[in-house]
């Protein structure tokens, strides 16, 4: 892991199965992430998926480059656009990938990730730290 390494694109596919597996596992329920009318009656164009399911499959893409002895010791993002799930068997695809940037004296390598559904950025400024570990 060094500086400009970059992280292969990961594609993660996303249905509505995935939301409702999500919210049994997380507590949240909201039915903006269920059901096209409340989520139509919110403004949204449709059933999303939570922001955390996104920001978490952005970290899994993380650490399996990574690999299994690093350790993230630093995560952030910033949430700017939904991911709009439709009601299909196929859903959606998110997309991500990155960059190591500087290392510090520690060892420890930032990456920027790029998160993306569609030609949309989803997240912003999503950044890590990451420690080689052992």
Known sequence: MGSGDKLPLRVFRVTRADLVRYAAASGDHNPIHWSDSRALAVGLPGVIAHG???????????????????????????????????????????????VAGDVSPDGSVRVDLTVRCGAEKVLARTRARVSPGR
């Open 52 to 98: 955390m399911l996104s920001m978490g499959l952005a970290a899994t893409a993380l650490t399996e480059w990574a690999g299994p002895d690093a350790v993230v010791v630093e995560y952030g993002t910033r949430f700017t656009r939904p991911v709009v799930v439709p009601d299909t068997a196929d859903g959606v695809e998110l997309t991500v990938d990155g």
